[in-house]
Nanobody
């Protein structure tokens, strides 16, 4: 059974930092591209950052320079370091595992709010 479990949500103030983590089980983690997506109320889910199985990262324009995605294949985890948080970053953040020609998997999401 595949599980992706996100953690690290909460309430932070604008300008603060936060780290989200996603722990994967039931997949050969090192073979999967991993991504962080977010969905704000009333909006569609959107890609935030993605890291390939080989470690190549790319980011949505709205987080470039503020967020960093990383992976630890030994621990089957992918993390999202988020700095200089803005109120518009408030959303439910989801972890996704993808691999070509195989089903993708989503976590259940973790909510965080940026507010003063």
């Amino acid at each position: 059974q595949v599980q992706l479990v996100e953690s690290g949500g909460g309430l932070v103030q604008p300008g603060e930092s936060l780290i989200l983590s996603c722990a994967a089980s039931g997949i050969i983690f090192r073979n999967y591209d991993m991504g962080w997506y977010r969905q704000a109320p009333g909006k569609e889910r959107e890609l935030v950052a993605r890291i390939s199985s080989g470690g190549n990262a790319n980011y949505a324009d709205f987080v470039k320079g503020r967020f960093t995605i990383s992976r630890d294949n030994a621990k089957n985890t992918v993390s999202l370091q988020m700095n200089s948080l803005k109120p518009e970053d408030t959303a439910v953040y989801y972890c996704k595992a993808t691999r070509v020609l195989l089903p993708s998997f989503w976590g259940q999401g973790t909510q965080f709010t940026v507010s003063s």
